[in-house]
């Protein structure tokens, strides 16, 4: 059984910073994209950012480009999110996807496409 385990959420002022990890367990996890996306009461689940299996490809949703990273290290299967100059609207439960296609190049942006995620991590941004 897939499991994917988010961590690092919390409240940080605006301007900080926060690094969240994916932990993913159950099956082999260099070989597949991954993403994070988050989630907003009253609003659908957003793209924030994707990887492709081997971290040679990495795409942002355009109001997070410049302060978000999105890394990942198959050794210890566990992809991050490094967030900085953190905004206000920057608040919501993010979580992390596992696409279920192997050695994808491309990164994978749609929500429909992944098929494992973890439960989510509260990030909160003080104005």
């Known amino acids: 059984q897939v499991q994917l385990v988010e961590s690092g959420g919390g409240l940080v002022q605006a301007g900080g910073s926060l690094r969240l990890s994916c932990a993913a367990s159950?099956?082999?996890?260099?070989?597949?994209?991954m993403g994070w996306f988050r989630q907003t009461p009253g609003k659908e689940r957003e793209f924030v950012a994707a990887?492709?299996?081997?971290?040679?490809?990495?795409y942002y949703l355009d109001s997070v480009k410049g302060r978000f990273t999105i890394s990942r290290d198959n050794a210890k299967n566990t992809v991050y999110l490094q967030m900085n100059s953190l905004k206000p609207e920057d608040t919501a439960v993010y979580s992390c996807?596992?696409?279920?296609?192997?050695?994808?190049?491309?990164?994978?942006?749609?929500?429909?496409?992944?098929?494992?995620w973890g439960q989510g991590t509260q990030v909160t941004v003080s104005s």
């Open positions: 996807a596992g696409d279920t296609v192997g050695y994808r190049t491309a990164v994978v942006t749609t929500e429909d496409e992944y098929r494992y």
């Open positions: 159950g099956r082999i996890f260099s070989v597949y994209a």
């Open positions: 990887i492709n299996w081997n971290g040679g490809s990495t």
